[in-house]
């Protein structure tokens, strides 16, 4: 619901501030008024198109700021563009120069974010306006919002989803490429694969072994003096044994065999770091046959990788995608049969739900034509025929139902398309009979109806009012009209008028009662007379009694 609105410099709205309330506002003024400009703003504000002629005659910069009340679907909406979702203040601002500058809750955004917060929540309407309701393309939707169809529409939606999933699939298995030459290319590849004998990471296995063939040749030399100086004649190892050998002689000394047995156990303690060094170069030497055919098998290897253009891991998968695509060849008759299957089931149990909704919007839409014919009997169109045709349509994630509305306002009259159908006066009154019956369920929180009501006057002008008034106990509504039995029956009733000093200037004020009296005498009589006067007062108790 729209509590306020801001204007300022809008063709010839000078500045404007206007707070609203819950139920019916009209609005009233002498024609040129400027009563379409107003709508006009509302309807900028919400998203739509700005032109810099708009900008008032003079002025720099136009603003256009709105705040509205937040349901539970626009503070999800708000949340999940990471915005404020207590408030929803749109503003959107327009310079001579064409920069536009667009903002909810303060933050910069697209006019197709603004676009997509108030889509369904404002509607407006005027006489001759297309709209949801007249276009076919729709009318599947607004049967569904009727009939309550959510938790079957996903079941439907579902249903269809995994058919065309597994439809899918049966038609790339079916248009793939299963020719002799392709079966035996990948023949081909996989021997040439297997006869590698693959190992995830054996490349790296195999250069980090050169490596080392590399390093062990740079200290053959070391390792060979190494093995001189520990076991030669002269060496360490050899004299420290024959002191070993000899220890017995310092017996009679009992005060040094403590660094005797230090040398002792150094010796034991050196043999074996030597024989450890000496182990590691001698079990990992590698013989020149064994370096070469280390060499021919990376070789071997990076040949692969550079001809498939893949590492070690990548042919590993490859081999695999070949054992499959080879077996799928093999059995390829038997894996179309079976995707066949899954497709045909998933098919039937979409058709299951797809005819489940069908009966119950069948059901639903016989119940809905008594409905809008009953709307249309209290808007003087007393033969009018409504009827909700049913065809049989291409399968879509809601169904294979195809549905269109169709009216017949007069006796002797086929049904037609409701866009076809009436003329200017009935079609305000069929739009204003079909909008009492959808607007609870659009989640629609302000209509706006722009001078519907022209082409109509005394009982179907009343009758029209309270449809409004209707209306409005569901959301907020806003009637631009020239009739005083529409204007009677407002909660609040604004009036615009023109003034011309050096510019001309538009202005929108709320009246009191008083002054809602003597606006009500103006729309029914065109002069203010004690007559006149006694005539709009009566016409406002009529409309009041009315609605209780």
Do not use: W
Not at 504 to 533: F, K, M, N, W
Request: charge should be negative; charged fraction near 30%; include cysteine.
């Amino acid at each position: 619901m729209l509590r306020t609105l801001y204007i300022q410099n809008f063709v010839l709205i000078k500045q404007l501030q206007l707070d609203f309330d819950s139920g019916m506002s009209v609005f009233t003024g002498e024609t040129g008024a400027g009563k379409s400009i107003f709508i006009d703003a509302i309807g900028i504000l919400i998203g739509g198109r700005f032109n810099t002629s708009m900008i008032r005659n003079g002025a720099v910069k136009c603003i256009i700021e709105g705040s509205f009340d937040v349901d539970e679907e626009t503070a999800a909406k708000l949340e999940e563009m990471g915005l404020d979702s207590e408030d929803l203040i749109i503003t959107r601002e327009f310079t001579d120069s064409g920069k536009t500058v667009n903002r909810i809750n303060g933050r910069s955004v697209t006019a197709a974010s603004i676009r997509d917060i108030l889509n369904e929540k404002i509607d407006i309407h005027c006489q001759r306006d297309s709209q949801y309701l007249l276009n076919s393309r729709y009318h599947l939707n607004l049967l569904d919002q009727y009939c309550g169809n959510k938790q079957l529409l996903k079941e439907v939606s579902s249903a269809y989803s995994e058919y065309r999933k597994l439809q899918s699939e049966y038609d790339r298995l079916e248009s793939s490429d299963y020719s002799a030459a392709r079966l035996e290319i990948t023949e081909y590849q996989l021997k040439e694969l297997n006869s590698l004998k693959l190992k995830a990471g054996e490349d790296e296995e195999i250069e980090e072994q050169l490596k080392k063939a590399q390093a062990r040749e740079k200290t053959a030399a070391l390792v060979e003096n190494t093995r001189e100086m520990f076991t030669s004649d002269d060496g360490i190892l050899t004299r420290l044994y024959e002191f070993t050998r000899n220890t017995d002689g310092f017996g009679p000394f009992g005060e040094i065999s403590g660094n005797i047995e230090n040398i002792v156990n150094a010796y034991y303690s050196i043999s074996d770091d030597y024989e450890s060094i000496i182990g590691y170069f001698d079990s990992d030497d590698l013989s020149v046959e064994d370096i070469d055919a280390l060499n021919s098998r990376l070789y071997e290897l990076q040949r692969a990788k550079r001809k498939y253009n893949l590492d070690i891991d990548g042919l590993l998968a490859l081999k695999k995608q070949l054992e499959e695509k080879l077996d799928s060849y093999s059995n390829r008759e038997f894996t179309l049969k079976e995707a066949m299957k899954k497709a045909d089931e998933a098919y039937k149990i979409y058709l299951s739900k797809a005819s489940a909704i069908s009966k119950i919007r069948q059901d639903k839409a016989v119940e809905l034509e008594l409905k809008v014919v009953e709307q249309l009997k209290d808007l003087n169109l007393e033969n009018a025929v409504f009827k909700t045709s049913f065809s049989k349509g291409k399968d879509t994630a809601s169904g294979n139902d195809d549905v269109e509305f169709l009216i017949s306002m007069n006796k002797g009259m086929r049904l037609q398309p409701l866009a076809d159908a009436a003329s200017g006066g009935e079609t305000s009154r069929l739009m204003l009979g079909l909008k009492t019956v959808f607007s609870s369920l659009q989640g629609t929180r302000l209509i706006i109806f722009d001078e519907i009501d022209s082409g109509v006057s005394g009982y179907v002008a009343f009758n029209m009012g309270l449809k409004m008034k209707e209306i409005s106990r569901r959301c907020q509504v806003f009637a631009v009209t020239h009739l005083a039995p529409v204007a009677a029956f407002a909660d609040h009733h604004f009036h615009i008028e023109k003034t011309q000093s050096d510019t001309t200037v538009t202005d929108v004020v709320e009246l009191d009662h008083d002054g809602r009296i003597h606006e009500l005498a103006v729309l029914s009589s065109a002069a203010v007379t004690s007559s006149s006067l006694a005539a709009a007062d009566e016409l406002y108790q009529k409309a009041g009694k009315a609605c209780k």
